[in-house]
């Protein structure tokens, strides 16, 4: 055996994609195996060039594929904070090409980041707290319109920085929508829980009022205060349906319909609440889609629509309602900024030739009690009622405006493939309204309990009262009194309606239930088929409502 250097040879050569490729091939002589020879080794390197930066290595090859299919927009810059390099996904993101990109200032791309009042123009990009994070800034076209844009800045090892770049225009939109959907949400909440306490109020009013007034003679003067005092409990009562339904907590009774049946239903009404210099056609789909909502929720979205377009015209103008089958994909919803599951829609849409209604008040118009209008013409619930029924039957509104031109409304309802049912009429069933039954009132609130008692009690039935389930419970295992109906609320502390009637049924199978609540809605709580009486409720309609559930008509 003997020792030699090793014979090393190296060759350079460039690929098509512009990989510069070295070839370094090694033989050392010896004698192996008995036999003297040479033992051969190979070694290719690549090296791939961005300008300035270069990645070498085994990967180099992907790692140039990497920056040059990234949907991202990728450039790096050098120390000055010049573009020495981009892909391809840059150019169409801010709308230059390659060869404008290379050698521009980044402050020109994105010009906001680059006017911090620091001695380096970039330190609020660069700090040591920042580097690599997703920032949001304010990007600029050749055009000098603006854009937001995400981008991560980090150092390169060898100089310079790398930023990685997308256009966050859908992202802040998404995330505005959000922000709008959680404040109604919010706002929702607060409406529903005003509402619900406003009708117990209203409940105790109405009804200590209607007593009042059967005891005292017309020719009394506190008569007609009664009277006026009953007129202002029941325009109140319509506030809180008004807030209910922006709640989405309104009780529904739905039904298969279509949007033609509403239009025509209540046609003759919306024209008598337009002026005479308004022009009102319809434009409706012979073929429309069945859909399934309480038609007189609907009824009140029709009325809302065409009341807010009326006040929209100043003078002479035209209302236009159609109505359209549609079918949405995920790319329309997208484009139309509508928020909605792909399939098949109605859709009923209101036109007016109004002012039309600045951006800045598009995001608003949906919220209660905002209103443009004067003080004596509106309470700002319109809409925000319109908005909380749609969404309630699981569709949405959408609106679109040009100043001078008008607004349009879309309302999008999902297609039911259910078949409409005959509506059975149970008025003038009822032969009378009291009774000698056993009754059990379980309501939190005092006053209401009281209302409920006084009412059944003045009319022959027989009457237990607690303030809770568990109090109920109690009172029938000490009493030992079949009871043949329970009137109780929904939601209440210690034991709600729901699970008192779930043990009471235990022991009582046949027992007969009327739930009665302001703002439950029976496909939730209390289940389809379950008799619900809505607060604020009158004594007359509290007394027939008891005893359609007695008599089994309800």
Known sequence: MFRAEPLVAIRSSRAQDERAITTASQAQPGTYSGRRGSLSSWAVTTSVRFGAMSVQGPHA???ADLFAD??????????????????????????????????????????RACQQPTDDPMDDLVGART???IRRVTA??????????????????????????RD???????????????KMEAIGRLAGGIAHDLNNVLTVVRSFGEMALEDLAPSVPGHDFLKQVLKASERAAGLTRQLLAFSRRQPVVARVITFNDVLRDTEAMLRRLLREDIEFTTRLEPSLWSIKVDPGHFEQVLLNLVVNARDAITGAGRIVMSTANVE????YAHAHGVALEPGDYAVLSVSDSGAGIPIE????????????????????????????????????????????????FRVYVPRTRDRATLRHNTTGKIARVGGHETLLVVEDDAQVRRVAVETLTRHGYRVLCAQHGLEALR??????????????DVVMPKMGGPELVKHMREQFPRLRVLFMSGYADPTNDIGHSTALLEKPFSRGRLLERVRAVLDGVA
Not at 79 to 92: F, K, L, M, S, T
Not at 328 to 331: G, I, K, R, T, Y
């Open 475 to 488: 009172i029938i295992r000490d009493s030992g009194v079949p009871v043949d109906l329970v009137l109780t």
């Open 61 to 63: 090859g992907i790692h």
């Open 140 to 165: 600029m076209r050749p055009d000098e319109s603006t854009f937001p844009l995400d981008m991560s800045l980090s150092p390169c090892r060898k100089g310079g920085w790398l930023t990685v770049c």
């Open 131 to 133: 580097q690599g994070a």
């Open 168 to 182: 966050a225009s859908d992202r802040r939109r998404v995330e505005a929508e959000l922000r709008q959907a959680q």
């Open 361 to 408: 008040l598009r995001q608003r118009i949906f919220e209660p009690f905002f209103t443009t209008k004067p003080p004596d013409r509106g309470t700002g619930l319109g809409l925000s009622t319109c908005y909380g029924i749609v969404k309630q039957a699981r569709g949405f509104i959408w609106v679109y405006s040009e100043i001078g031109l008008g607004t349009t």
């Open 70 to 111: 990234s949907l991202d927009a990728i450039l790096w810059l050098d120390d000055e904070w010049i573009v020495r390099q981009a892909n391809d996904a840059a150019a169409p993101l801010f709308d230059r090409s390659l060869g404008q990109l290379i050698g521009m200032p980044f402050g020109q791309l994105v010009p």
């Open 328 to 331: 949405l994909d995920a790319e």
